[in-house]
C-alpha cells in the first residue's frame, strides 16, 4: 500500500509538472494572451502615469493589468479598459481583441452603471438622509437590473473566448469607520461602505454562476482605507475632480494587483 501511494504521488507530481512545461491549467493564463477590460479602477485613473494614446479612457502604466502584464510576460497583452465605462460600453468597444486562443481576462465593472459618481456627489454636497436615500435607489438598481447587464457582458466573454480565464475585481470598502476624521460623518460613510458590500456580492454571484473567477480586494485594502492615515484610495480632489475616490498608485500595486495574481 505504501509503494502505490508513493507512486500515486509521485504520478500527481508529474502530471502537474507537465502542466506547467506544456503550457496548460493555471500556467496557460500567465503566458497565453491577456485582455483586460473594465472601468476607470481597471484603467487605472488615480494612479497618474496615463498612456497618451489612451486619452479620455486615461489607461495608465501602474494600473493593475499593466503591471501583471509587466511581471508576467503574456504572450499579448491587450489594454481596453476605459474610465467611465459601463456594461454597455464594454460590449460596445471593449472586446474586439478576445478571441479564442485568449487565456486570461480580467474585468472590473458595474460601479458606474450603479451611479457611483452620482452617489458620491449626493454623498458629499447632502445631509445624511439623501445620502442614505440615494444609496437605496442604487441598491435597487443593483437587485433589479444590475445582474441582467453583467450577464450580458459575462457570457459576451465567453462566447468571444470560451477558452480563457476569467477573472472578476471587485471594488474596495471607502472608509475606516469609527476614527475620528474629517468630512463625511460616520453615518454616510457606513451607507458607502456598504453599498460597496452590496455591490461586490451582487457581482461575486454574478461571476460564480458563469463560472469566473472572484477577485476580492476588500481585504487587501483593509488598513488602508480614507480615514485610516495610510490611504490607498484618493479623497475628495477639487483639483482633479475624476481622480477622487479611486485608487492610487499604492492602491493599484497593493490593493489590486495582488488579489489578480492570486486569482489568475
Given amino acids: 500500500m505504501r509503494r502505490s501511494r508513493f507512486a500515486a504521488y509521485v504520478g500527481s507530481l508529474l502530471l502537474a509538472l507537465a502542466a506547467v512545461l506544456t503550457g496548460t491549467g493555471t500556467a496557460h493564463a500567465a503566458t497565453g494572451p491577456y485582455v ?8 487605472g485613473v488615480g494612479s497618474g502615469s496615463y498612456i497618451s494614446s489612451s486619452g479620455d479612457c486615461k489607461r495608465s502604466t501602474k494600473a493593475y493589468p499593466y503591471l501583471w502584464a509587466a511581471a508576467h510576460s503574456p504572450s499579448s497583452f491587450a489594454f481596453t479598459a476605459c474610465s467611465g465605462a459601463r456594461t ?11 478571441n479564442a486562443a485568449t487565456a486570461l481576462v480580467s474585468i472590473s465593472i458595474g460601479g ?11 454623498c458629499v454636497l447632502q445631509s445624511d438622509s439623501a445620502c442614505l436615500a440615494r444609496i437605496n435607489t442604487a441598491k435597487a438598481y443593483v437587485d433589479a437590473t444590475l ?25 474596495p470598502r471607502f472608509y475606516k469607520l469609527g476614527t475620528t476624521c474629517l468630512g463625511l460623518s460616520e453615518t454616510k460613510r457606513k451607507a458607502i461602505n456598504d ?41 475628495l480632489n477639487l483639483l ?25
Fill in 36 to 43: 483586460a477590460l473594465g472601468d476607470s479602477y481597471s484603467s
Fill in 88 to 98: 454597455g460600453d464594454v460590449l460596445a468597444s471593449q472586446l474586439t481583441p478576445l
Fill in 112 to 122: 458606474n452603471d450603479a451611479g457611483f459618481s452620482d452617489v458620491m456627489t449626493t
Fill in 147 to 171: 445582474p441582467g447587464q453583467l450577464d450580458n457582458v459575462y457570457s459576451a466573454i465567453t462566447s468571444r473566448a470560451p477558452n480563457a480565464h476569467v477573472v472578476v475585481l471587485g471594488y
Fill in 195 to 235: 453599498a460597496a458590500d452590496y455591490l461586490d456580492t451582487a457581482t461575486a454571484k454574478r461571476a460564480a454562476n458563469h463560472g469566473f473567477a472572484w477577485g476580492d480586494v476588500r481585504s487587501t485594502f483593509t488598513g488602508h482605507e480614507l480615514c485610516s492615515g495610510s490611504a490607498w484610495l484618493h479623497s
Fill in 240 to 264: 482633479n475632480i475624476g481622480e477622487s475616490y479611486h485608487p492610487t498608485a499604492a492602491g493599484q500595486s497593493g490593493g489590486y494587483l495582488p488579489v489578480l495574481n492570486s486569482a489568475a
